[in-house]
């Protein structure tokens, strides 16, 4: 391959620059220009999918390097100059949405165009422009629109992502406000219970609460337990995860004694349903002698945590030291002395040490 790509360079058909991990090896404009002219259209609407899809493996392959960014935007907007109408697919309607809605809504593109196009919008809020990523949405959903029409999965997955970067470029509450309206139509489509709208309705409740609506988070979260436990068992994770998040919003809406007596019940819940043997820590290790703990462990800690603090604001902090020292131990034994979670509750434990 080396050898290949050197013999190219000296051609002067490529530019290689070997020091250079994101733009390693370029192409010269005119032979791409040549190349590409010259195939059959079925040839080029292959090569166009084929071409989309090496730049969506790149992005996964990138994570949250800045420096990729300018590189795929560029040759994103090349390719849509070149072949845009290849790399949309025939949009299925209501019937389809309905059939497939399970499957995009789990992190899958929906049908309709290449996953690409939601891969750079990611890409955009992940390394720091979540503006840059709304607008990228934006155009998304109205070219969808213009296209399919507003019933199909790329108009209402785009319009979801143009909600959360929304939320995340600061817009906090017009975040929540999306999220109310795509949760009315929601359930109107699929009814209450579905998981498509328990999604939505959690955004709703975090973006509320991001926005400084504690009581409306906390209604938010309060129904969606509510609906939770009437389609899940009351050990289901996401019941779990839900009974923490209401705990939290509870608290900081002013109600710190219930928000603590909520986070003791769910300690004791987890407890009930999380491996007991040997403890937190499983019997593997992983590199550098680092335990392996049981994720449950991790939600156990946090309930502790929440149980201590709000115990605290309720107006004991006797009872909150006495509470995270315990914690403190238990986690500098299973996760160390600088884990962020043993740090954070030796913070806690200073401060309720302080307020007795």
Same mark, same amino acid.
């Given at each position: ?157 785009? /319009? ?5 970067? =929304? &939320?995340?470029? !600061? %817009? +906090? @509450? #017009?975040? $929540?406000?999306? *999220? ?20 939505? /309705? ?5 973006? =509320? &609460?991001?926005? !400084? %609506? +504690? @009581? #409306?988070? $906390?209604?938010? *979260? ?20 839900? /009974? ?6 509870? &608290?900081?809406? !002013? %109600? +710190?004694? #219930?928000? $603590?007596?909520? *986070? ?93």
């Amino acid at each position: 391959m080396t050898a290949a790509l050197r013999m190219l360079d000296g051609l002067g058909l490529i530019v290689r620059t070997p020091a250079d991990p994101v733009r390693m090896v370029r192409v010269h404009p005119v032979l791409q220009r040549v190349t590409y002219e010259a195939l059959p259209a079925h040839r080029a609407q292959s090569l166009a999918w084929t071409v989309a899809s090496v730049l969506a493996e790149a992005a996964n392959a990138s994570g949250d390097d800045p420096a990729f960014m300018p590189v795929l935007l560029r040759a994103f907007d090349m390719l849509r100059k070149r072949a845009e109408p290849d790399l949309w697919t025939t949009a299925s309607r209501r019937d389809a949405f309905f059939a497939s809605v399970d499957i995009f809504f789990a992190n899958d593109t929906p049908a309709g165009v290449h996953p690409l196009f939601f891969r750079v919008g990611e890409a955009l809020g992940i390394t720091g422009q979540p503006a840059a990523a709304c607008g990228h949405f934006e155009w998304l959903m109205g070219e969808a629109l213009r296209r399919h029409g507003p019933e199909t999965t790329v108009a209402v997955r785009a /319009r979801e992502r143009l909600a959360h970067w =929304r &939320g995340e470029a !600061g %817009d +906090a @509450a #017009g975040a $929540a406000a999306a *999220y109310a309206a795509i949760l009315d139509e929601e359930i109107r489509s699929f009814g209450p219970h579905h998981e498509i709208t328990f999604t939505t /309705r959690a955004a709703l409740g975090r973006w =509320r &609460g991001r926005a !400084g %609506d +504690a @009581a #409306g988070a $906390a209604t938010a *979260y309060a129904q969606l337990l509510t609906l939770q436990q009437h389609k899940h068992s009351p050990d289901y994770p996401d019941v779990f995860e839900t /009974r923490a998040q209401l705990a939290h919003w509870q &608290g900081e809406s !002013g %109600d +710190a004694y #219930g928000a $603590a007596m909520a *986070y003791e019940a769910l300690m004791h819940d987890l407890l009930r349903v999380t491996p007991q043997r040997g403890g937190p820590t499983l019997p593997t290790e992983t590199f550098a002698g680092a335990v392996t703990v049981h994720p449950n462990w991790f939600a156990v800690f946090d309930a502790h945590h929440g149980h201590a603090h709000w115990r605290g604001r309720a107006g004991d902090p006797a009872g909150a030291a006495t509470s995270f020292r315990y914690l403190l131990d238990e986690q500098i034994r299973v996760l160390g002395p600088d884990h962020p979670r043993t740090r954070a509750t030796r913070e806690e434990l200073a401060r309720w040490t302080n307020s007795r």
